[in-house]
């Protein structure tokens, strides 16, 4: 998994093909205070999407957002 940065670390559980393993940390600043657990629902070009109480937060480490990405991606596919 690739590193992020030490602001706000918050323990989840991640999931790996439908099966949970064992819980990571992963950083989350600017996302404030987040209940727990923190479910990690993809890694997308090194963007964390999270989703806690059924809401997406995005954390974004390199400038491409997930949506602009997977946007990128489905373009591709297309032509």
Same mark, same amino acid.
């Given at each position: 998994m690739a590193s992020t940065p030490?602001?706000?670390v918050y323990t !989840? =559980?991640?999931t790996v093909g439908g099966k949970a393993i064992k819980p990571r940390t992963l950083s989350l600043p600017k996302?404030? %205070?987040l209940p727990m657990p923190v479910m990690v629902v993809a890694m997308v070009n090194m963007v964390f999407v999270v989703e806690v109480e059924r809401r997406i =937060?995005? #954390?974004v480490v390199n400038r491409m957002t997930a949506r602009e !990405?997977?946007?990128h991606? #489905? %373009?591709k596919q297309e032509t």
């Amino acid at each position: 998994m690739a590193s992020t940065p030490p602001l706000g670390v918050y323990t !989840h =559980y991640s999931t790996v093909g439908g099966k949970a393993i064992k819980p990571r940390t992963l950083s989350l600043p600017k996302l404030g %205070q987040l209940p727990m657990p923190v479910m990690v629902v993809a890694m997308v070009n090194m963007v964390f999407v999270v989703e806690v109480e059924r809401r997406i =937060y995005e #954390r974004v480490v390199n400038r491409m957002t997930a949506r602009e !990405h997977w946007n990128h991606k #489905r %373009q591709k596919q297309e032509t």
